[in-house]
């Protein structure tokens, strides 16, 4: 065997051992890195990891040097086979006497054919591209042969190739830097000049939606709240309802020209008439101060600012004082504030760039070049004194909040993940407070579909009149309010 042809066999060995060995060499998750080490305790490894400034991540690796070896071991023998027999019975004439541009261009195509097989990405849910992605196909499905195997396992490789993160990062790379100005990705509204991201254009208008079902629809949402108003009444508890307009109707896409604000607010009106409570839907107030120099909605993100849920608490409270004249409605001379150009939601929430950048397929860098705007964020000046804890229920948790120089009140808050932001206000407002997000993913307890997840009385009755609350708010977004039919069911 001439010198060359070891050369050639030598590099086709190395990276077929890189590629096949491929998934132990780095990972994004330093916890996988454990869990290898665990599982090969006593066998040869060294572990490392790097910083990838593009998708500004530290990369954990872990080489198996065993596995290195018998996979190097293999793949000589593999390409010393091929030379030395097969590639004796192909016709390779065309290939030897090409030049050597198009031998790199084969050598190239080859490996670009290997690389999407040569390792998979198992995990459950991509991070990257806010999803779960597609198990692996059951050939027998309930004790039957699975027709759809092949469409499944096409989408299972589709989901899990080697290089996807990269090649989605190419293609996001090139849709935003070619679009003049919106470049719109997964039902998101993107707008370079203004640097605003909205999750849809503008929330629906469920009279002209819903058509002939609309009026069955309204008199369901009534129904269910007038008999959760009565089963609170029953237990000495005062309810509200506090329901936040979508971010469009309050800072309307620059692109849309119907924003339907007059359908949205009837709706709202429609279900709150001939209701002994009050609903309180301050879309006006927020469309007033929007003017004003403070964002209330953050622009990489869906949910308001500490400003645009001030808004919202001050609205609350002006009702929530007729039937409890000495609650307080705190100030903001009651507060620190203190800016910073992340997105925070609540009293413990992380500064992170904003849920809308992945759903509307951003890169970390584009997603960067949106936040140009320094939002205030209210700190209490008695913070010292507030206790909290988190109390676990069968399928969510409840976080409590207890402050003890407010009121002498027990207040519960229910709703999406609008009530997470509240305890900014509220958890100085009342004694105690009670935070239940019914759509929570905290500890994997999530209940499954919205559906289910409105169904008040069904999940938390016990709750309710074990803990005997003075009062229960529903907070929630627009988006939601369709699920409250759901608010009275036991099935």
């Not at 849809?200 to 629809?217: A, E, G, M, R, S």
């Not at 002006?318 to 039937?323: F, G």
């Not at 409840?398 to 509220?426: H, Q, W």
């Amino acid at each position: 065997m001439n010198k060359k042809k070891s050369i050639y066999i030598i590099l086709f060995a190395l990276i077929i051992t890189l590629l096949c060995n491929g998934i132990y060499l780095y990972t994004n998750f330093p916890y996988l890195l454990t869990r290898y080490k665990n599982n090969h305790f006593g066998y040869p490894i060294t572990d490392f990891n790097f910083y990838n400034s593009y998708f500004d991540s530290v990369y954990n690796g872990i080489i198996l040097w065993d596995k290195l070896v018998i996979v190097l071991i293999i793949s000589f023998f593999i390409v010393y086979i091929y030379s030395k027999y097969l590639a004796k019975k192909i016709d390779i004439k065309n290939y030897s006497n090409a030049k050597s541009e198009d031998k790199i261009f084969i050598i190239i195509f080859l490996i670009f054919l290997l690389l999407p097989m040569s390792r998979f990405d198992y995990r459950k849910y991509a991070l990257f591209e806010n999803r779960k992605l597609a198990k692996f196909p059951k050939i027998v499905k309930y004790a039957e042969l699975n027709k759809d195997y092949f469409k499944e396992f096409s989408k299972y490789v589709e989901d899990r190739f080697f290089t996807r993160s990269l090649l989605i990062s190419i293609y996001k790379e090139v849709i935003y830097n070619c679009a003049v100005r919106f470049p719109h990705g997964n039902r998101r509204f993107v707008d370079k000049k203004t640097k605003w991201l909205t999750r849809y254009y503008t929330p629906p208008v469920y009279k002209i939606k819903l058509k002939d079902n609309y009026y069955k629809f309204v008199v369901d949402i009534k129904n269910n709240l007038r008999a959760f108003n009565d089963y609170c009444n029953k237990n000495n508890i005062k309810f509200y309802v506090l329901i936040f307009p979508e971010k469009a109707s309050i800072y309307h896409p620059y692109s849309v020209k119907n924003y339907n604000d007059d359908g949205i607010k009837e709706f709202i009106k429609t279900i709150n008439s001939n209701n002994d409570l009050n609903i309180i839907f301050p879309i006006d107030e927020l469309q007033k101060a929007s003017k004003g120099k403070e964002l209330l909605f953050y622009k990489t993100d869906h949910h308001l600012t500490n400003d645009g849920i001030y808004i919202g608490y001050k609205s609350l409270m002006y009702e929530v004082q007729k039937d409890f004249p000495d609650v307080k409605i705190l100030n903001k001379n009651d507060f620190v504030i203190l800016r910073n150009r992340l997105v925070k939601n609540g009293l413990y929430g992380n500064y992170l760039l904003g849920e809308v950048c992945s759903g509307a397929n951003l890169t970390k860098m584009q997603c960067q070049k949106h936040l140009d705007n320094e939002y205030a964020y209210y700190f209490h000046k008695d913070n010292v004194h507030l206790k909290s804890k988190i109390l676990p229920l069968q399928n969510n948790i409840v976080r409590v909040y207890e402050y003890n120089s407010a009121p002498k009140y027990k207040a519960l808050f229910m709703g999406n993940s609008i009530v997470d932001a509240m305890p900014v206000f509220t958890a100085y407002t009342f004694s105690d407070v009670y935070n239940l997000r019914l759509n929570s993913a905290y500890a994997g307890r999530r209940i499954g579909k919205y559906e289910e997840q409105y169904k008040i009385l069904k999940n938390y009755q016990n709750f309710i009149e074990k803990s005997k609350p003075d009062m229960i708010i529903f907070v929630m977004g627009y988006d939601v309010v369709k699920y409250l039919v759901h608010v009275m069911d036991l099935e």
